[in-house]
């Protein structure tokens, strides 16, 4: 895993501050989250990619408190927008006022929120498309235009953002463009009964304990360019673009139940966030190169949210989950 501009030792060095330091952060983030360690895992995946990731999942379910608790661990500004009906997009991105200086009165921009290192997109379906839409360039291009100014986001940034089932009243479904710029959609589901219990005994006790430290935020970026240099090979590669082209009704490789199902197939974007993930899962994991088991242990987080059913799979009560589990095997 070597690059040109940092030398093997570095590399090795940063290796192994990741690998001692997993179990750490594990036991940091336990102090306030009981259980979801598998939701826990892709979210830390998902930073080390570099992806932005969307969590879907009741109220109640410590989805902020979660998200809030991985920018701590790693020494990341966080802002949080919580998205109602009347959000405008310049609450996002920043507005420009009219403001008195020594030569006069000019136009100055006012950063919004998203000027941060880790953004909370607090309930981001219940906000109209037109608001959610201001995300697009700043998950993209890491940047905000605003009157012709480009201004750049800080790095490392990521857009963490949760969202209540679109069943639930005063929801927008999100546009496919904007879901499909995110690298994971994790479910996050109730607990189990001890956990729970748990967690009611925490939060009903004294005040809870304090998030320590474990990386910092250029530790993220150097560790984000160490995930690119993890070896994989080719017939790897083809496995997760073939398995992403079967998702596609009119593709020639898609099997019945895809055209019966599905109304439209995810993108190139889709593959490239599989094997990117791998990589990212991968260093995670300590193992020397991403292999095709870890392309199918995260093809539902990457998959779930850019395949989208017809009305014939909702009337036959057929779910993403289950095409993408007849997909893998």
Known sequence: ???????????????????????????????????????????????????HC???????????????????????????????????????????????????????????????????????????????SALLEAMQEHQVTAAGARHTLQEPFFVLATQNPVEMEGTYPLPEAQLDRFLFNVLIDYLPEEDEIEVVRRTTAGPSQRIEPVFTAQEIIAMQALVREVPISSDVIQYAVQLVARTRPES???????????????????AQALVLASKALALWEGKAYASKEQIKSLAKPVLRHRILLNYRAEAESTSVEQIIEKLVE
């Open 1 to 51: 895993m070597n690059t040109t501009d940092e030398p093997i030792d570095s590399q090795s060095a940063l290796f192994e501050k990741l690998q001692n330091g997993r179990l750490k952060l594990e036991a940091e983030l336990s102090k306030v989250i009981v259980g979801q360690k598998e939701v826990t895992r892709q979210l830390l995946i998902a930073l080390l990619s570099g992806g």
């Open 54 to 132: 969307i969590v879907t999942g009741a109220p109640g379910l410590a989805k902020t408190l979660l998200v809030k608790s991985i920018s701590q661990v790693f020494q990341l500004n966080f802002q949080r927008i919580q998205f109602t009906p009347d959000l405008m997009p310049a609450d996002i991105t920043g507005t420009e006022i009219l403001t008195d200086t020594p030569t006069g009165r000019q136009m100055t921009f006012v950063r919004g929120p998203v000027f941060t290192n880790l953004l909370l997109a607090d309930e981001i379906n219940r906000t109209p498309p037109k608001t959610q």
């Open 252 to 270: 020639e490789s898609a099997p019945d139940y895809i055209r019966k199902y599905v109304q439209w197939g995810a993108g190139t974007r889709a």
